[in-house]
């Protein structure tokens, strides 16, 4: 392909620890030298990027740098079996961290980072998913292997107005559990039940902080995005032979509980990591997603917005004002 311009969000360092955004003109030759190019439609915002753009170097490593973890769009070229035209997701691995990631018109890639959509899935919809829809997939297929079913009780999800959250609420409601949605943010109430929550509840409502080894087993299982009181607070409220998957550490990184709900109740403790899944396990989650778990309506919690909009929809991020799944039209098909 001619070494063509196109247009990439660029977070640069222009002093030390000063970092701006702006859109830059790049060209393909400034790709990594990957053998898959793939052209971006669109990409999703999440929280590992909007640090990533702000200049977190636990992150991104290097600068100038082009964030995005998610993209979706079709092959221009590839040495491998794919074919120009095909429709294809990117999400985790490297992507957006220190290889040059979705917010951009294009990307290279290894081959194996890829993966070909069904026809029935646009590259939208692919991305309303993205990697907090996989994540989230992840985490209810690991609670289902941990016979955490509809039937068993109620569901809490932590962090729950966030891409993650969300998305894990629409889904367990899609399969029939009776989820009840935790927040810092009961102006958020009406939004989690429309993505499908039965119950909210505000944080103070689960923290227990009298240093009680186990408390009143309330949950068959967890999706946890929080961390700290409140991760420590629900392992001691899950019930007899339940399971609490772990993703975020949004108040900190550090747990405190006993082995008791372990060892007295025999609980699971589930971490949901999604970068680095093998691709039979990838193909495995996005069938789930894409067939038996796929959502009809998204449109309550999905919000869209065009590639100029970014720079202040990870403002908005950074300050904690994201609701939902934020996805970013990067290009024409």
Known sequence: MEDKEFFALVSEEISEGNFQRYIAKKRISDLPSNDTLIKVQYSALNYKDALSARGHKG????????????????????????????????????????TSGGFAEYIKVPHNWVIKLPEHISTEE?????????????????????????????????????????????????????????????????????????????????????????????????IENIGTLVLSSVIRSIKP???????????????????????????????????????????????????DWRLKNTSHFVKKINFSDLNENIDLMLAGKQIGKVVVKISEH
Request: proline share 4%; charged share 20%.
């Open 59 to 98: 992150i991104t490593r290097r600068y100038p740098h082009t964030p995005g973890i998610d993209a979706a769009g079709v092959i221009i070229e590839s040495t491998s079996e794919f074919k120009p035209g095909d429709k294809v997701l990117v999400t985790g691995y490297d992507l957006g961290m220190n």
């Open 126 to 222: 692919a991305m309303i998913y993205g990697t907090a829809g996989f994540t989230a997939g992840i985490a209810i297929y690991e609670l289902i292997n941990h016979n955490v079913l509809p039937e068993s009780g109620q569901i809490l999800v932590t962090g729950s107005t966030g891409g993650v959250g969300s998305l894990s609420i629409a889904l367990l409601s899609n399969l029939g559990y009776h989820v009840v949605a935790a927040t810092s943010k009961p102006e958020q109430f009406e939004f989690l039940r429309k993505c499908g929550a039965k119950e909210t509840v505000k944080y103070d409502e689960i923290i227990d902080q009298s240093g009680k080894p186990l408390l009143r087993g309330q949950w068959a299982g967890a």
């Open 241 to 291: 032979r339940g399971a609490v998957a772990i993703i975020g550490n949004v108040t900190g990184d550090t747990l405190q509980t006993s082995i008791y709900p372990f060892i007295l109740r025999g609980i699971n403790l589930l971490g949901i990591d999604s970068a680095e899944r093998p691709m039979d396990y990838r193909i495995k989650i996005w069938d789930k997603l894409f067939n």
